[in-house]
């Protein structure tokens, strides 16, 4: 498995006060208690909750948005800067999100999102917060 732990630290001062306990640990906040921390339905607590989590790695990269014909949709994409490229994650995410013009604010969201604007197969509805660092390292 590709170790992205290091990749992300800017210094060997950094690197030598992280704590891995396990996959989590993308130099996180190692105070909080990921296994009990879900995700919000309202978008700000999210991302109140990243810059909490990423307080001490400075390559957290959030991005916030609404769609153009339904305002009321906002997301957030959340990554490590340098781990995917921004052109692809707007190509890919953004700008089809934004340009959707079947989204609308209620409980099908995730669904449309998943089935009819990003084609990836590997989309997954997460709200636990350790589940997600599990899910992509």
């Known amino acids: 498995m590709f170790n992205i732990k290091s990749l992300f630290l800017k210094n060997e001062k950094k690197r030598k006060q ?6 989590t640990s993308f130099y996180v906040n190692t105070n909080l208690d990921l296994e009990n921390i879900r995700l919000s339905k309202d978008i ?9 989590i990423f307080s ?19 997301c957030a994409i959340v990554f490590l800067d340098g ?14 999100i934004l ?3 079947e989204l ?8 449309t999102i998943k089935e009819s ?3 990836k ?12 660092f599990d899910a992509v390292s």
């Open 18 to 23: 992280m704590v891995s306990k396990d996959s």
């Open 44 to 52: 700000s607590e999210n991302v109140s909750l990243f810059k909490t």
């Open 56 to 74: 001490d790695n400075d390559t957290l990269i959030i991005r916030t948005f609404s769609n153009f014909s339904d305002p009321k949709v906002k």
């Open 83 to 96: 781990m995917i490229k921004n052109d692809l994650i707007d190509e890919s995410i953004v700008f089809p």
């Open 99 to 101: 340009r959707a013009t």
């Open 104 to 111: 609308s604010f209620n409980q099908l969201l995730y669904q």
């Open 117 to 119: 604007i990003i084609f």
């Open 121 to 132: 197969k590997d989309v997954k509805y997460i709200t636990n917060i350790k589940e997600m």
